[in-house]
């Protein structure tokens, strides 16, 4: 009955989906419908449309209309907010405005593509009922789905060009330099980009776009944007990591450097492992730092993506691994570090701030009583990599880079 009442009451949106399909046109239908302001994102935060009630004013919703897209800030909430992550709609208040709004995904086969804002003007969405919600969700997903397979479509911005370049959209180089022959990209030629993850991300500032304004301020031609969540600004030649460093303090951020720029049209290889990144980074266990170089992760990157190969993990290596976890002892830690030292018992010792004594006494316990080919060069690194995993597994990233 809910459903049928609700299609009922969204008769004109469901007409004019069917009969005119566009996007702005649906949006006045919406919010005449629930008779609400409200704002249509793509899965960036760019605004594609809005709604304003007569006598609405609110300076956030007017700021984010002029911008054409919402603040940092808010996409911040957005993305660390567990409902709206896992597809279900939430009311969140924000900071500089009364109004609080409802937040909800806009889904169409599987896929978000972007967000509903609706400004609850005086608890009045309390009024509209879920399957007018429902059915305004979908009608506006499906709109997004349709508009999203107009390959035709030019782009009107160099930030269009870029989100559509990661997301795979360029068949060649020369598709891409065409593209961009208008644009500031033409000449463009970054030593690098910063990926700054917003899901450890913490501000009073909701209501501003300060994140924005310090990383333009800070970063000369840095161009940030905001793609799949995250921030992306370029870096040029002479860029120096600490100039994060008060940012990261103040915002609480997580910031991966990309490998070096050769081309622009190779930004979609150089992003995932970037992303793959901040992913290692953002982990509850991770506490070695807050910026990090691509290639300084990329062995740790390497055994993440092996943590369920046990089978590399050989029978000596998990028995010293349950010896150390059962008795406190130090085995697989004085494995890597004398393999990785070139079995160097003053690097190892060093490492371990133990006594030369102590470690060969270790040593000839593995070797002898435990079975572990240490006198058998071909088997290193196979001890390496096994032991590198079973550490890894126990004790986190933060092992690897305590004395990086």
């Given at each position: 009955m809910?459903?049928?009442l609700?299609?009922q009451e969204?008769s004109?949106?469901?007409a004019d989906?069917?009969e005119?399909?566009?996007?702005k046109?649906?949006t006045q ?6 008779d ?5 994102l793509?899965d960036?935060f760019?605004i ?6 007569d006598g609405?004013a609110?300076?956030l919703?007017?700021k ?11 996409g911040a ?5 567990a409902?709206?992550?896992?597809g279900?709609?939430?009311y ?10 409802r937040?909800a995904?806009?889904?169409s ?18 009024t509209v ?6 059915t305004v969700e979908?009608v ?6 349709m508009e999203?397979g107009q390959?035709?479509?030019p782009f009107e911005?160099a930030?269009e060009?870029l989100?559509?370049?990661?997301d795979g ?5 020369a598709?891409f330099?065409l593209q ?19 899901m ?6 909701t209501g501003?776009d ?6 333009t301020y800070r ?5 940030p944007f905001?793609y ?7 870096l040029h030649?002479?860029y120096?990591i600490a100039?994060?460093d008060?940012?990261?303090?103040e915002?609480?951020?997580k ?6 720029i ?7 290889a150089?992003y995932?492992?970037?992303r793959e990144a ?6 509850t266990?991770?506490h070695s730092?807050?910026?990090f170089q691509?290639s300084q992760?990329?062995?740790l ?8 190969r046990s089978?590399l993990?050989s029978e000596?290596?998990?028995?010293l691994?349950?010896c150390?976890r059962?008795?406190?002892s130090?085995?697989?830690e004085?494995?890597y570090h004398?393999?990785?030292?070139g079995r160097s018992l003053?690097e190892t ?7 030369r004594?102590?470690i ?7 070797r ?6 240490l006198?058998?060069p ?6 390496l990599l096994?032991?590198?995993l ?8 933060d092992f690897f880079?305590k004395k990086?």
């Open positions: 809910e459903e049928r609700a299609l969204a004109a949106l469901l989906f069917f005119k399909g566009d996007l046109q649906l239908d919406a919010g005449t419908l629930m609400c302001p409200l704002l249509v793509d960036t760019h594609l449309a809005h709604y304003k009630t609405f609110d300076p919703f007017d984010a209309v002029q911008l054409g897209q919402i603040t940092y800030e808010a909430i957005i993305s660390k907010n409902r709206i992550s896992a279900q709609p939430d969140i208040d924000l900071a500089g405005t009364p109004f609080r709004r937040f995904p806009l889904v086969a599987g896929v978000r593509h972007g967000y509903l804002i609706c400004v609850d003007l005086d608890e009045h969405l309390q009922s879920e399957g007018v919600f429902r979908t506006l997903a499906k709109q997004l789905l999203a390959q035709e479509r911005t930030e060009i989100m559509h370049l990661l959209g360029f068949s060649s180089a598709y330099r961009t022959a208008e644009t500031y990209l033409a000449d463009f030629h970054p030593e690098a980009f910063a990926l700054i993850d917003l450890t991300y913490h501000t009073v500032y501003k300060t994140l924005k304004d310090e990383l970063f000369y031609a840095s161009h905001l799949k969540g995250d921030v992306l600004l370029f030649k002479g120096n100039d994060f008060a940012l990261v303090s915002f609480h951020l910031v991966a450097i990309s490998d070096p050769g081309a622009l049209f190779d930004l979609p150089l995932r492992p970037a901040l992913d290692l980074m953002t982990e266990s991770f730092g807050s910026v691509v992760l990329k062995p990157l390497l055994l993440s993506s092996l943590q369920t089978d993990v000596r290596i998990r028995f691994s349950v150390d059962e008795k406190g130090q085995y697989c004085t494995l004398y393999l990785s030292s003053k010792c060093a490492a371990l701030f133990t006594h004594n102590t060969l006494y270790r040593i000839h316990k593995m002898d009583e435990y079975g572990v080919p006198d058998d071909s088997a290193h690194l196979e001890l096994g032991v590198s079973a550490l890894f597994r126990t004790k986190g990233a880079l990086a």
